[in-house]
Antibody
Framework: EVQLVESGGGLVKPGGSLRLSCAAS????????FSWVRQAPGKGLEWVSS????????YYADSVRGRFTMSRDNARDSLYLEMNSLRVEDTATYYC????????WGQGTLVTVSS | QSALTQPPSVSGSPGQSVTISCTGT?????????VSWYQQSPGTAPKLMIY???NRPSGVPDRFSGSKSGITASLTISGLQAEDEADYYC??????????FGSGTRVTVL
């Protein structure tokens, strides 16, 4: 079964840092690009970042560029999102998703930025 | 990058058809066939319903169809069913090598 499982969310103060992980299984991980997409409570979807198969090309939304770093470890079938200088407006459920067509999605991990 | 424009809500009776529009710009929908649609029910992760403007993944009912004209993409649900009640989002690749989502549309089955 193709599966993506996010972890690492939690409560953090403004200005703090957090590292999200996404563990993949059920398919050949190194053949796919991946993305992070977030959803603030009660709001719509927002694309955050994408990475190519080798981690050579990484793209970011303007809202997170310079603060977030996406990476991958093909030996561990895992994705990461390092989030620094977190802001209240970064509060959201963060999903990892596979490929050009964002399919499938993980169950999401909630990040809450609050003092 | 501003969100693609979708109507906040559409509704229809069972068996009817509804169409959701998704308007972008020449830098996203107008430039690529990389348009997709997602269904999200409350408390769950989004699910891919349409990819590359018109294609349905395996397992998605054929009452879901997609199209595109210029800078506007559309999702049509024909023969609306109660289980189709959900939020729907469009998405497009952009000329900046980024992605953008639509603002989302709530589909209500009357």
């Amino acid at each position: 079964e193709v599966q993506l499982v996010e972890s690492g969310g939690g409560l953090v103060k403004p200005g703090g840092s957090l590292r999200l992980s996404c563990a993949a299984s059920g398919f050949t991980f190194n053949r796919y690009d991946f993305s992070w997409v977030r959803q603030a409570p009660g709001k719509g979807l927002e694309w955050v970042s994408s990475i190519d198969t080798r981690g050579a090309y990484i793209y970011y939304a303007d809202s997170v560029r310079g603060r977030f770093t996406m990476s991958r470890d093909n030996a561990r079938d895992s994705l990461y999102l390092e989030m620094n200088s977190l802001r209240v407006e970064d509060t959201a459920t963060y999903y990892c998703t596979r490929g050009t067509w964002f399919d499938p999605w993980g169950q999401g991990t909630l990040v809450t930025v609050s003092s | 990058q501003s969100a693609l424009t979708q109507p906040p809500s559409v509704s229809g009776s069972p068996g009817q058809s509804v169409t959701i529009s998704c308007t972008g710009t020449s830098s996203d929908i107008g430039s690529y066939k990389r348009v997709s649609w997602y269904q999200q029910s409350p408390g769950t992760a989004p699910k891919l319903m349409i990819y590359e403007v018109t294609n349905r993944p395996s397992g998605v009912p054929d009452r879901f169809s997609g199209s595109k004209s210029g800078i506007t993409a559309s999702l049509t649900i024909s023969g609306l069913q109660a289980e189709d009640e959900a939020d729907y989002y469009c998405s497009s690749f952009t000329t900046s090598n980024t992605y953008v989502f639509g603002s989302g549309t709530r589909v209500t089955v009357l």
